[in-house]
């Protein structure tokens, strides 16, 4: 089994600044995918960031990238130059072989202006 | 807009009835996925599709049932519902096993 672990209910940042959201894993499994959804107030679930198991580079798309420590065990999300649309919930997410997503509980980040 | 529609947007309903949800996937996808969000169990994987048959199974009560149909299109059949059933269900589908899985809007079901 799966499990995910996202230790800040909710955090501030300021407007064009950058914030780490931490999400660690625990899998048994060698091969595995991690993930990164945003849910902006209006509920639906957009795909940000993936990171496979067995990618030597850190994860990047655009101002997302993944913090990817395999021995830790972590798949932080940074988000660089804070804007204020990055208000939302961010979910870390691992995939396990049969593809089924297990989610953490959520990171609450409110931008500042 | 990820290219997964789901119908309907809002439903409310009342305890002991039954509802269907749709969902259809990105074209060209062959895998439906269907979680549920509520509260208290957060978000939550219910049960996968694959060109038809079911692959895996998660955390589904024996009152829920799913099926995905020769278009690929998906149905989830929640019957008699309680009042915890009240929550946001949301199909995904992928095209790749180890591929990202793109969202639907999701139904927001309430059991009232």
């Known amino acids: 089994a799966q499990k995910i672990t996202q230790t800040q209910p909710g955090m501030f940042v300021q407007e064009k600044e950058a914030v780490t959201l931490d999400c660690t894993y625990d899998?048994?499994?060698?091969?595995?995918?991690l993930f990164w959804y945003k849910q902006p107030s209006s509920g639906e679930m957009i795909f940000l960031i993936y990171?496979?198991?067995?990618?030597?580079q850190n994860a990047t798309e655009g101002r997302y990238s993944l913090n990817f420590q395999k021995a830790r065990k972590s798949a932080n999300l940074v988000i660089s130059a804070s804007q204020l649309g990055d208000s939302a919930m961010y979910f870390c997410?691992?995939?396990?072989?049969?593809?089924?997503?297990?989610f953490g509980g959520g990171t609450r980040v409110l931008v500042k202006p | 807009d990820s290219g997964v529609t789901q119908t309907p947007k809002h439903l409310i309903t009342a305890t002991g009835q039954r509802v269907t949800l749709r969902c259809s996937p990105r074209?060209?996808?062959?895998?439906v996925y269907w979680y549920q969000q509520s509260l208290d169990q957060g978000l939550q994987f219910l049960i996968q599709?694959?060109?038809?048959?079911?692959?895996a199974k998660g955390n589904i009560l024996e009152r829920f049932s799913a099926q995905q149909f020769p278009d690929l299109h998906s149905e989830l059949n929640l019957s008699s519902l309680e009042l915890g059933d009240s929550a946001l269900y949301f199909c995904a589908s992928s095209n790749r096993d180890d591929y990202e899985q793109y969202f639907g809007p999701g139904t927001r079901l309430t059991v009232t």
């Open positions: 997410a691992s995939q396990s072989p049969g593809n089924k997503l297990t």
């Open positions: 074209s060209g996808d062959l895998s």
């Open positions: 899998t048994s499994d060698q091969s595995y995918g």
């Open positions: 990171q496979g198991s067995y990618d030597e």
């Open positions: 599709y694959y060109n038809g048959e079911e692959r």
